[in-house]
DNA sequence: GAACTTTTGTTAAAATAATATCAATTCAAT
DNA sequence: ATTGAATTGATATTATTTTAACAAAAGTTC
């Protein structure tokens, strides 16, 4: 699992798409597939996905391809979606329980411990199974349970603060919903922006430009 | 505003970002602003800032830096955004709910006329100022008032029949929540393919290559 | 089991993207 | 006005990413 060198940004993002594409295929009942199907089928070339899968050493087979099962394992391995990470979330709002009512977080590798938020009126309220707490105890929530990653969906403005507060008490990552760009990379905690908005922009731009 | 050669992909996915980090310069009542500051901020170089805007002409001036008040017409006038562009949503269940109660859908350049659900007890209500009305009068509607474009936040499963029906009947571009990645390219019809998942298995994997 | 087909992993080449450099131009100060 | 500092736009360079090519290995068929 060691890797020689730093494998790229670019290869790390399609991970997950490779990932749900061969869990399809094997949902399908698929055993193997060439790099070519596999290519065809996810609009990328075959040369692209065999130097992909080799940054991580070549788990194909020469005449045969790649096994289904054995790729799925790979990919989840190397994503580390079988670490039992956990993650907690902050702000309850409407953003906050459609994420807790309708997302799959175990289908990406965490499991959900709690949410917090400062409204009395949510606190002790359960959204998909996932109790609301009051924030005044996340604190303490944090140094007891050390959860991996929180997940932000919070009003922008408290952002940085809270951000900030919880990598002093060990979070791992962020999940950041707020609109806010947060960048703690320098103190060697990853972040993961959700902006819809740039994608609906960037559509947008595409409907503009694909006029006839 | 033509340009002379196809502008990359990876510029156009830069856009959004500038767009708004300009926009809260201009909130923040700044005036104008350097490539260089402009990079500070955004943590990239002053170089791919300066090439990126003159990929659409340069709208800046030697000695003096960008005008900000200009520099957002500009990218706005790129993205398309004052085009008075027209959307509705398909699916009213959580996460369409979700976004018609938090999403501001005028901030990225469309007006959402109203929703659809097949849910008799949705049908009627109102989320965010928007009417959900059948899914049996869907096709009038567009029919009639030509949608620019479809949110789809309907389950994954019906995802490629209606893409294709919304297609034929005129759609010009789709935001894909369904889990299924859409390609309508080919058919000159862009897709924007949201899958939070990707984002929180990215983090996954950063984490645990984080481990120190 | 020999010949043929398929398909990988690896290396090389091509294409793309990011960064550095610098002349030309503008602003600001005296 | 003249000088000096700042900053763009364009070009050149470097780095990265993608694609192509192909020998080596495994499967398949007769």
């Known amino acids: 699992m060691e890797r020689k060198q730093e494998v790229s940004k670019a290869v790390i993002q399609r991970l997950p798409r490779y990932y749900r594409n061969i869990c399809e295929l094997k949902a399908e009942g698929v055993q193997r597939i060439s790099s070519r199907s596999l290519a065809e089928r996810m609009g990328l070339t075959a040369s692209q996905i065999r130097q992909d899968f080799n940054c991580f050493g070549g788990f194909g087979q020469q005449g045969y391809g790649y096994n289904i099962e054995k790729l799925m394992e790979e990919l989840g391995s190397i994503l580390g979606l079988s670490a039992g990470r956990t993650a ?44 609301v707490r009051s924030s005044d105890t996340m604190p303490a929530f944090v140094a007891e349970h050390k959860p991996d990653v929180a997940v932000l969906t ?3 403005g408290n952002a940085p603060d809270i951000a900030r507060e919880l990598v002093d008490q060990g979070i791992r990552g962020l999940w950041n919903f707020t609109g806010e760009d947060l960048h703690l990379g320098g ?26």
């Open 154 to 156: 919070i009003p922008r």
């Open 187 to 212: 103190l060697g905690v990853p972040v993961e922006n959700v902006h819809l908005s740039d994608s609906l922009m960037t559509l947008c731009h595409l409907v503009s430009t694909t006029e006839e």
């Open 88 to 131: 907690i979330l902050l702000g309850a709002g409407n953003l906050g329980r459609a994420l807790l009512n309708n997302f799959d977080f175990e289908a990406s590798g965490f499991r959900l411990l709690c949410a917090f938020d400062a409204n009395p009126a949510l606190v002790g309220q359960e959204f998909g199974g996932c109790e």
